[in-house]
């Protein structure tokens, strides 16, 4: 039971919990809160007292959050975010115009999210924006982000999810690479050529594509860690891609990638905006949400 006149501090050293588990450590934690890591060791250890509960296994490495540590921390960030909103709200629009906001998106979104938050920031010019693009999946609650973009279907992670549409992947090569090639018209016409995988077809030996009811091994050649340098080789003539449409769009109006097949359409999967906010969501995320979801053109 919560018993104020006892456990007054307890919010308090949610909120130092809070920034111990943002930053990844106490000695940056401390830096940031403007106090003594022996100061901040000691209030989360009143903490562990007064909960009557293990929340840290702290190594010479890094903290491991236990199994309460988890559920402390998700209720730190809610409370962090509930007073960020609190204020938000009560001071209006030019409290909502200034602060950070953390977005995180895969490569083949940077053009649609870059131009939505440019606009956004004629209205808002005070706002600051840290980007994250990453085609692997960040935790948002760890890495206090405020949006991603995520593609395909979702773990049912508790985050609040919008789907915004789907996202499909073409064939592509650079020109140069079909010079003195048969005239490719089919998919085994193609598959005899040497492919080009991102991190996502890389899961197995080879990557399986469905189409027109039957399914084909792609034997990668060459692998990218990140979708960037598999349109990379695929610039240089090392082999033909399959690569989001949105992505290769630039590339393919300027004529330094050939659209392959045009008739097919591989990986076909929905697209979601996801935030953490469970309860009162700030009016500066859904206004970038909204923002992104008006520039998005697939």
Known sequence: MFIPSKQKSLAYRMFLFHEVIKQGSFTKAAEMLDMTKSGLSQHISALEKELDSQLLKRTTRKLVLTEKGHYLAEKSQQLYQLINTTFTELYGKDTETVGTLAIT??????????????????????????????????????????????????????????????????????????????PIEKIDDLIQYDFIASHWQQRKPHYDIEFDKKVWA???????????????????????????????????????????????????????????????????VKKAMDAIVSNVVF
């Open 105 to 182: 998106l895969p490569h083949a979104f940077q053009d649609i999210v870059f131009s939505a938050i440019k606009l956004l920031k004629n209205t808002y010019p005070n706002l600051k924006v840290i980007f994250s693009i990453d085609d692997n999946c960040i935790e948002l609650l760890t890495y206090n982000i405020d949006i991603a973009i995520r593609v395909g279907m979702l773990n049912d992670s508790g985050l609040k999810a919008k789907r915004i549409g789907h996202i499909h992947s073409i064939f592509v090569a650079a020109p140069e690479f079909l010079d003195n090639k048969q």
């Open 218 to 284: 792609l034997h990668p050649a060459f692998k990218s860690s990140n979708l960037p340098g598999t349109c990379k080789l695929a610039l240089n003539s090392m082999g033909y891609a399959l690569l989001p449409s949105i992505f290769v769009k630039p590339y393919l109006e300027k004529g330094t990638l050939v659209h392959l097949l045009p008739k097919i359409k591989c990986e076909i999967s929905p697209v979601y905006l996801l935030h953490p906010y469970t309860h009162q969501t700030p009016t500066v």
